[in-house]
Structures are given as C-alpha cells and as structure tokens.
C-alpha cells in the first residue's frame, strides 16, 4: 500500500512500498538486462558504491570551496581519464550528471569558442548519439547529420569535409557508436577538424572505459592531433551508480566556453562548470569508490571479459536461422537484424517473455532496424543462455511472420504532419497505435511488436511527436493532497512581534 502524504510514515511502510515500486522494473543485476543498466558481477563494488553514494548524497557540488571533498574526488577521477585516454598534461575536465550533459557542454564549449560565427553548426555521423541532437536544439546550434558509411557503419571522412563550411565549429565522431556499436575513422575526422581549424569531440560515453583495455583498436584517444575533447561516462563501462560522466579537453583554453558566472543578482555570485548548479556529490564520490575498488587491473579483467562475450553471442548469431550481425562489432556493443521471415520488434517480445531484454531500434534511412545489445561483465557467465534465448526467441518470430502493418495506416503516418495535430489528435492516435488504455490513460502493452511497426514506418518527426505524446501521459501526476486555504490567518505572535519591532 502507498503511503498517506498526509501524516509521517513509518520506515518499514516505506521501505516496503518502495520495494513493491521497484519490483516492476527490469532488474539492474544478473546480466539478463542489455540496455539501460551495466553490472560488473562485483557484488563488493557494488556495495561500496552505494555507501559512498548514501555518505556524500546531501553535499553539494555548487561551492568547492565548501566541499574540497568533491573537488578533490573530481580531480582525480579527471587525472586518470586523462591518463587512460593519453590526455597531455595540460588536459583538464569536469564531471557531469551522464552523456548527455557532457556532449551538451561540448557543443556550448565549441559554439561559446567561436562567437564569429553566427550560425554555428556541429558536423557529425548520421549514427551520433541523439544527445548531440539535443545539445543543438538547446543551444541554438544546427547539426548537420552526414550519413554513415552503408557497409562499416562508420562515418564517412570524405562526405563530413564536404559538409565542413565556414560556420563548422565542431566535427564530432564516436568511439563507439551506441547504435552499431563501432569506432567511427577518429583519425581522419580529427584531421579534416585540424585542417579546418575547429575542434573535435570524440564521444566515448559508451566505449571510453573499454577500449582502452582491448587490443587492435583504431586511434580515438588525445593520441590523435586533433582531437580536442572526450566525453566518457562512468556510470556505463566504469559500472558506478548512475550519475557521472566524465568531459575532458585537451587543454583549459577549450574548457572555457561552458564555465558560467552570473553577478547579475543580489545572492551569491553563481559559479558552475556544468549545467547543474547544486549538485549532490553522491554519485561522484560513488564513482571514484567503485572506480577504486575494481581498480584498472580490474577493469581490463572486466573489458575483457565482456568483449569475449559479446564475440562469442556475434558468433552463434551465425548460426541462427533468421538471424544476423549487422556489422562485426569493435567493442562490446551488438546491433542484429533479421532476414525478410521474421522482425527484430517480435524477436525483442519474445526475448523479453524468455526474462532479457535487448532493446529493438528503429529503421533509419538506409540503416536496418536492429536489435542493440550492450553486452557487459555480468552476461559472460551467461552466453550460452542468451544463445539459447535468441534461438528459440528468433525461431517463434519466424513463425509468428513480420508483424505486417495495414498500408492504409502506413501511408497515413507517413504523410501526418505532426506540427499540426493537438492533445485529442495525439489521443486518436495513440489509440490506433494500440497505446490508450481506459480513460484515455497510456497503457504499454505486454507485447509491443505491433507497436514498434507502426513506429517503424512513421517517418522520425511522427515517432519523436507520438512518443512525445506518450511521455507526456505517462508523466502526467495525478491529485494530491491539497494544503486547505486559510484566508486572512494572523501571523503568529513571535513573527508579529520581529514584523513590529523594525529588526
Ligand atoms: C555514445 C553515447 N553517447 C551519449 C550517450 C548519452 O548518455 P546518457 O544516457 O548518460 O545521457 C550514450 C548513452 O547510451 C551513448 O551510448
């Protein structure tokens, strides 16, 4: 039972309603769970995370002079990012909330850098992570998306030079992709930035804290000239609770541009090196504990073992009817897709109903609609399991047939204008979409393959409005108890008496 609001609760009703609460999610340990979450297997780090986490999580970031603690923790989880990631001396960086926020910092940084260009605009891979997409849109920046090589799924150096104008102040590439989960060419695209004279941001949130540690990596790193910023997420490949990406630059000068001080009011001056401004020191001090406690013998032990997990699942793909890799991965990332029998959205409910998930993505462009796997330490154990699933999961999906969506409806969505619908359209739709349940409630069914078809073809501005438009009613809060309106209550006697009193 939820807790009254109303009057205090005891500490058992909480712990017990907040247990029933987390009992529908997915399970963030045990390696059965390919997106969304990352588990070393190491209960001990684990613990030690979440003491420090609970230890640090009412301090605040705003005023390092107040919490030398926190600015010594971010120091030093910088230095050895810096070191991992052969940063030159003079590299300097900030920890950040996740990637998000850190590829947002490396826009600002970059168009805050070149305040001549009017309308600045970043060049990047069609598969960039859609971070750097909303990093453009809150920053008034434009993203100019150049596609990816068909065949690697890498980014194509040749077709960015060509997209680099005089407004360019930021190539980016990833390392890896999340969707493919490859490396993009880093070497020439921070070529073609050095030529030009911008910068470039390699976004390693995902592969940063495994690359590293594997071998026959191409280039990505500070190693490459050219190459003025990283951004690295702790709370991925680094298995620390989430809430901490790292963002490093290759010297103080590049960091600047996403400092910000305001004087411009009566409080403190406001001081910030990141977006938030009060900030909990929990989940830093939660990473630089857990990063203590693998330690880097450990985490190329973990790297590796992951790796050769995600190797061995690519190589019984193989031999899966119905199945296939989409390109041979670089890292730890696996993008699958089907023959013309079956789809990736069926196989997906079907993984789920088997108790893993793997996270069904979207036809783009040329690109196929894949299945992403994010295989991490945990799953190793595992492998043969997850085989087991995937065949018998990819075996049903034959059987059940591409889920087939009506053409009518296919050619309606494609030629929606999303700009024109409101609330009680978005509700007709999400109705056809099989999404409304009673009321006009959001209801995610059980099995979503239906679902993702129909997003599937519905060109990219109609998925982002329809899942907009889901979000907006799941999040919707319902009533709460309201404080009652006292009209005209007398302050009390002591405030009357300081009102009085002229203090
Ligand atoms: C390559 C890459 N960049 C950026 C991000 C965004 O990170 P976050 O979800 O921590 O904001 C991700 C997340 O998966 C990623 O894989």
């Given at each position: 039972m939820m807790p009254d609001p109303t009057h205090p609760t005891p500490a058992d009703d909480i712990r017990a309603a907040l247990d029933s609460l987390r009992a529908q999610d997915l399970p963030t340990h045990g390696?059965?769970?390919?997106?969304?979450?990352?588990?070393?297997?190491?209960?001990?780090?684990?613990?030690?995370?979440?003491?420090?986490?609970?230890?640090?999580?009412?301090?605040?970031?705003?005023?390092?002079?107040?919490?030398?603690?926190?600015?010594?923790?971010?120091?030093?989880?910088?230095?050895?990012?810096?070191?991992?990631?052969?940063?030159?001396?003079?590299?300097?960086?900030?920890?950040?909330?996740?990637?998000?926020?850190?590829?947002?910092?490396?826009?600002l940084a970059a168009r805050n850098g070149s305040p001549h260009v009017e309308r600045?605009?970043?060049?990047?891979?069609?598969?960039?992570?859609?971070?750097?997409?909303?990093?453009?849109?809150?920053?008034?920046v434009d993203v100019v998306s150049v596609p990816v090589d068909p065949v690697t799924f890498r980014a194509d150096p040749a077709a960015m030079a060509a997209a680099v104008t005089d407004d360019t102040v930021l190539l980016v590439a990833s390392a890896t992709s999340y969707a493919h989960g490859v490396v993009d060419p880093v070497a020439e695209i921070a070529a073609i930035a050095r030529e030009r004279g911008v910068r470039c941001h390699v976004d390693a949130c995902i592969g940063g804290w495994v690359l590293p540690f594997l071998d026959d990596v191409p280039p990505w790193t500070f190693a490459v000239e050219g190459v003025t910023s990283i951004s690295v997420d702790l709370h991925k490949y680094a298995y620390t609770p989430k809430g901490v990406s790292l963002l490093l630059h290759r010297d103080p000068a590049l960091r600047r541009g996403h400092f910000f001080a305001s004087a411009a009011w009566p409080g403190y001056t406001m001081l910030n090196t990141t977006l938030q401004s009060t900030k909990s020191g929990g989940p830093l001090a939660a990473a630089w504990a857990v990063v203590h406690a693998i330690g880097l013998d450990g985490y190329a032990e973990l790297a590796k073992r992951a790796r050769q997990a995600c190797l061995?699942?690519?190589?019984?793909?193989?031999?899966?009817?119905?199945?296939?890799?989409?390109?041979?991965?670089?890292?730890?990332?696996?993008?699958?897709?089907?023959?013309?029998?079956?789809?990736?959205?069926t196989i997906a409910d079907e993984m789920g109903s088997r108790g893993w998930l793997v996270q069904p993505q979207m036809s783009f462009g040329d690109l196929p609609a894949s299945l992403h796997l994010s295989l991490c330490a945990a799953t190793a154990d595992r492998v043969e399991e997850l085989v087991t699933a995937l065949t018998g999961a990819?075996?049903?999906?034959?059987?059940?047939?591409?889920?087939?969506?009506?053409?009518?409806?296919?050619?309606?969505?494609?030629?929606?204008?999303?700009?024109?619908l409101d609330d009680a359209a978005f509700d007709g739709l999400l109705t056809i979409a099989g999404l409304a349940g009673d009321g006009g409630a959001v209801q995610v069914p059980e099995r979503m393959a239906e679902v993702n078809a129909l997003l599937d073809v519905a060109p990219p501005p109609l998925r982002e409005a329809l899942l907009a438009a889901v979000l907006d009613r799941i999040t919707r809060a319902g009533a709460g108890p309201r404080m009652p309106v006292v009209p005209d209550r007398p302050a009390d006697p002591l405030t009357q008496l300081v009102r009085s009193s002229n203090l």
């Open positions: 390696g059965r769970t390919l997106s969304y979450v990352y588990d070393s297997g190491l209960a001990e780090a684990d613990a030690i995370g979440r003491e420090a986490l609970a230890a640090f999580a009412s301090t605040n970031g705003l005023d390092p002079t107040a919490f030398p603690s926190l600015a010594r923790l971010e120091s030093e989880l910088v230095a050895l990012a810096a070191g991992l990631l052969h940063g030159p001396p003079s590299t300097v960086g900030v920890a950040t909330s996740g990637g998000t926020e850190s590829l947002v910092l490396a826009v600045p605009q970043v060049v990047a891979p069609s598969t960039v992570h859609a971070a750097v997409h909303k990093a453009g849109h809150l920053l008034g061995e699942v690519a190589c019984a793909v193989g031999d899966i009817d119905g199945l296939d890799v989409v390109v041979a991965p670089d890292s730890t990332l696996l993008a699958l897709t089907t023959d013309e029998r079956c789809d990736v959205f990819t075996a049903e999906a034959v059987r059940r047939g591409r889920v087939q969506v009506d053409p009518q409806l296919a050619a309606a969505a494609a030629s929606l204008d999303p700009a024109g």
